[in-house]
T-cell receptor, first 111, second 117 residues
Framework: DAKTTQPTSMDCAEGRAANLPCNHS???????VYWYRQIHSQGPQYIIH???NNETNEMASLIITEDRKSSTLILPHATLRDTAVYYC????????????FGTGTSLTVIP | GAVVSQHPSRVICKSGTSVKIECRSL??????MFWYRQFPKQSLMLMAT?????????EQGVEKDKFLINHASLTLSTLTVTSAHPEDSSFYIC?????????????FGEGSRLTVL
C-alpha cells in the first residue's frame, strides 16, 4: 500500500519553479524517497531519489525535511513538457522490494 | 538510465483469446521484474513480481491463472493474459530495478495498451 499523500493537482506558470509536496509521516529509517512522473500514455520516468540529504540532478531537486516526514520535489524552471502526473514513493532500497504507487499529483504547466 | 522495452505497444484482440506481452531489460540484467496495470485516470496498480528462475508472486486479488508470468531469462519476462475479456482492457506496464544503481531505482517500459473486443 502507498505510504505517501500528495495533493491531487497543481498548476504552475511556465518558467517558474514547480514545488510538489509529499507527506510520508510513517517513513522508516531505511526507506528512501523516490519521485517518478508519468506523461499521458507512457511508462513512468524516474526523476530522483534520496534518503536524508537534499539531492539535485539535471531534472530536479529533492528537499527532504530533517525529520524525513515530508519532502518537496522542485522543478526549477517548469516547461510545458513537464505537464504530467508526479508520484512520490517510499521504499527500502532493495531491488526485490516492490514500488507501490499512490494517486500522485497532476501538474499542469500553464503557458 | 537503464532501458526497459515492452512489446507490443498496442494490441487488439477478440474476447476469449490470449495475449502475450514481452518485457526486456536491454542493457542490464534483471532477476526481478514488476508488472503493473493502469486503468484510465487511475494510478498504477502492482499486479505481480516476476522472479527469474522461480514462480511469480502475485498481489492480493490478482488471479495467477489469468495472468501468467514467465521470467525465462535475466533479460526477459512475459505476461500472458489468458482468455481475455473486455474488462481486461488496460494499460500494462513492466519495470525492473537496476542492481547497478545505488538505490535500486525502478525503470519502466513504454507500456502495452490492450483492447479486448
Amino acid at each position: 500500500d502507498a505510504k505517501t499523500t500528495q495533493p491531487t493537482s497543481m498548476d504552475c506558470a511556465e518558467g517558474r519553479a514547480a514545488n510538489l509536496p509529499c507527506n510520508h509521516s510513517t517513513i522508516s529509517g531505511n526507506e528512501y524517497v523516490y519521485w517518478y512522473r508519468q506523461i499521458h500514455s507512457q511508462g513512468p520516468q524516474y526523476i530522483i531519489h534520496g534518503l536524508k540529504n537534499n539531492e539535485t540532478n539535471e531534472m530536479a531537486s529533492l528537499i527532504i525535511t530533517e525529520d524525513r516526514k515530508s519532502s518537496t520535489l522542485i522543478l526549477p524552471h517548469a516547461t510545458l513538457r513537464d505537464t504530467a502526473v508526479y508520484y512520490c514513493i517510499v521504499r527500502v532500497a532493495n531491488t526485490g522490494n516492490q514500488f507501490y504507487f499512490g494517486t500522485g499529483t497532476s501538474l499542469t504547466v500553464i503557458p | 538510465g537503464a532501458v526497459v522495452s515492452q512489446h507490443p505497444s498496442r494490441v487488439i484482440c477478440k474476447s476469449g483469446t490470449s495475449v502475450k506481452i514481452e518485457c526486456r531489460s536491454l542493457d542490464f540484467q534483471a532477476t526481478t521484474m514488476f508488472w503493473y496495470r493502469q486503468f484510465p485516470k487511475q494510478s498504477l496498480m502492482l499486479m505481480a513480481t516476476s522472479n527469474e528462475g522461480s514462480k511469480a508472486t502475485y498481489e492480493q486479488g490478482v488471479e495467477k491463472d489469468k495472468f501468467l508470468i514467465n521470467h525465462a531469462s535475466l533479460t526477459l519476462s512475459t505476461l500472458t493474459v489468458t482468455s481475455a475479456h473486455p474488462e481486461d482492457s488496460s494499460f500494462y506496464i513492466c519495470s525492473a530495478p537496476d542492481r547497478a544503481t545505488s538505490a535500486g531505482e525502478l525503470f519502466f517500459g513504454e507500456g502495452s495498451r490492450l483492447t479486448v473486443l
